[in-house]
């Protein structure tokens, strides 16, 4: 993983982390690994296998594409934006509506 930035992979896994309200304690007992290489981990100090990575997308709910890259498709938005939003939680999807709506409405005056 030389060539990735493990910090902003970090700050990733920390997001969707915090977003599902597990602590690093949680996610290191669902995947077998202590706290403290969660930790690492976050703040991109330490590396992973690919074992531990899908294992953190499953209980993260997410995906190592998300995880690794930010984006899937750097060179079209509207797939990014169509991605971001699967990543959503449920209870998301109203406030995300919500703000559709106001542009739309903006772009049809």
Same mark, same amino acid.
């Given at each position: 993983? $030389? /060539?990735?930035? %493990? #910090? *902003?992979?970090?700050?990733?896994?920390?997001?969707?982390?915090?977003?599902? @309200? =597990?602590?690093?304690?949680?996610?290191?007992?669902?995947?077998?690994?202590?706290?403290?290489?969660?930790?690492?981990?976050?703040?991109?100090? $330490? /590396?992973?296998? %690919? #074992? *531990?990575?899908?294992?953190?997308?499953?209980?993260?709910?997410?995906?190592? @594409? =998300?995880?690794?890259?930010?984006?899937?498709?750097?060179?079209?938005?509207?797939?990014?934006?169509?991605?971001?939003?699967?990543?959503?939680?449920? /209870?998301?999807?109203?406030?995300?509506?919500?703000?559709?709506?106001?542009?739309?409405?903006?772009?049809?005056?």
């Amino acid at each position: 993983m $030389s /060539n990735l930035d %493990l #910090e *902003l992979i970090g700050k990733r896994i920390a997001l969707k982390r915090i977003e599902k @309200n =597990y602590t690093q304690q949680e996610v290191g007992d669902k995947i077998g690994v202590g706290y403290r290489h969660i930790s690492n981990i976050e703040r991109g100090n $330490s /590396n992973f296998s %690919l #074992e *531990l990575l899908l294992s953190l997308c499953d209980v993260l709910d997410t995906t190592p @594409n =998300y995880i690794l890259l930010g984006s899937l498709h750097p060179n079209d938005k509207t797939k990014n934006i169509v991605d971001s939003l699967s990543l959503c939680s449920e /209870n998301d999807i109203p406030t995300i509506t919500g703000i559709v709506e106001v542009f739309v409405s903006k772009a049809n005056k």
